[in-house]
């Protein structure tokens, strides 16, 4: 319905430019219904109503100040707003930077495996380190990730 309505919309405003500018219009319903703008009365019309065009205010109206308060107000909480989910996205970002880097870490590097006697091995207490390091670091950006979130 949009689609066929948008050709007589644009025909209709380009026959009507210089009735328009001379701010005279007829709004003329016709037998079947239809309505018809022109800049003069239909002579079949059932009703033809004169409509007066106000062209007194011409092009743009700077802003009131009322709505320029209203702008940098809707501005600022959008920046806000913004600001808070790049925190949370960042945060995010950090606690899976921290939980692959556990993952990828469990597996012991070439000097933290000891031989035994029974020709077996075993880990070191460097590995050990290791891994509570990695686990407070994930434990530490789970805790960021709270508290960004809450807004603490």
Same mark, same amino acid.
Do not use: C, F
């Given at each position: ?64 100040? +009322? ?6 107000? $809707? !501005? ?9 989910? =790049?925190? @949370? *996205? ?35 207490? +460097? ?6 390091? $990695? !686990? ?9 990730? =709270?508290? @960004? *979130?809450?807004?603490?």
């Amino acid at each position: 319905m949009l689609k066929r309505m948008l050709p007589v919309t644009v025909v209709l405003a380009v026959a009507l430019w210089p009735t328009m500018a001379a701010g005279q219009l007829y709004k003329s319903t016709m037998p079947d219904g239809r309505v018809i703008y022109s800049d003069k009365p239909q002579p079949d019309a059932v009703k033809s109503e004169k409509k007066q065009l106000d062209t007194s205010r011409r092009g743009v109206e700077s802003p009131s100040a +009322g709505e320029k308060a209203t702008l940098q107000r $809707l !501005e600022g909480d959008r920046r806000a707003r913004e600001s808070a989910e =790049d925190r @949370v *996205r960042r945060a995010e970002q950090a606690l899976h930077d921290a939980e692959v880097a556990q993952q990828m870490g469990k597996e012991a590097q070439p000097n933290e495996r000891l031989g035994t006697a029974g020709g077996g091995s075993r880990l070191t207490d +460097g590995y050990w380190e290791r891994q509570k390091k $990695l !686990e407070e670091a994930v434990t530490s950006a789970r805790r960021t990730l =709270d508290q @960004v *979130r809450t807004g603490k």
